[in-house]
């Protein structure tokens, strides 16, 4: 009696429909990316980058190693292997040059690298590694990642979710609180309250006057417009 092998077929991967919201933003007329900017203390020393991206990067979503294509008119996520080298970039300026000048050329850089669209042919996201001494930080690691991956607050959660505390990196990554001071300090005497006079007086008049103008929007009708016709059902 002969004997027959079972092989199971691999199965494919469900396919994963582009939203509208993420077609919407990623068109041959409209392309949005968001744009994260972190400052270092200390030179940047790019050794780690890929091993990073690989281990901590790609693995929070699918989207971080799909491209969008078309399929019988619908747009889908497809997944690919991401060629990594592809999404970092270094940019090359002259050397032993003062903080100002760097300063200028990380502004104008990221105006660059703002208007410049992503390819469509890998992942839509790219880190780019300013590795100069600037006014204010010893290096700049600029994240450029397609608004079709995610809105704003979801994708600086993905890359606050790579970093790690210096002192202990099994804790959760923190932020100093911000401390505001008091309108009226007590060392100040009258002098002080006469100063802040101006800031209490404005503050008063701003509240009163958003508190007003909420009232009347919701007491008294906007005017009929060729817009707005005032007939029931236009919505439809």
């Given at each position: ?50 091993p ?94 397609h ?5 704003g ?84």
């Amino acid at each position: 009696m002969e004997s027959f092998k079972i092989v199971a077929a691999e199965e494919e991967p469900v396919p994963v429909p582009v939203s509208p919201i993420a077609q919407y933003f990623n068109s041959s007329v409209l392309s949005i990316v968001v744009i994260g900017v972190l400052e270092t203390e200390v030179p940047i020393d790019d050794s780690q980058t890929i091993p990073l991206l690989k281990n901590m990067l790609l693995p929070i979503n699918p989207r971080f190693s799909s491209i969008m294509v078309d399929k019988n008119g619908v747009k889908q996520w497809k997944k690919v292997e991401v060629q990594l080298k592809d999404h970092v970039k270094v940019p090359i300026f002259p050397a032993e040059m003062t903080p100002e000048f760097y300063e200028k050329c990380q502004h104008d850089y990221i105006s660059k690298i703002g208007i410049e669209p992503l390819s469509q042919h890998r992942p839509l996201w790219e880190i780019h590694l300013f590795k100069y001494p600037t006014c204010n930080a010893a290096g700049t690691i600029m994240f450029k990642l397609h608004h079709a991956l995610g809105d704003g607050f979801s994708l600086m959660g993905a890359l606050f979710s790579c970093l790690q505390r210096a002192d202990d990196p099994s804790l959760p990554v923190t932020f100093p609180s911000v401390t505001t001071q008091p309108i009226i300090s007590s060392k100040n005497g009258d002098n002080g309250l006469i100063r802040n006079v101006p800031k209490i007086v404005s503050s008063i008049y701003n509240s009163t006057t958003d508190f007003c103008r909420s009232l009347k929007s919701s007491l008294v009708k906007d005017r009929q417009t060729p817009i707005r016709s005032g007939s029931i059902g236009v919505g439809y």
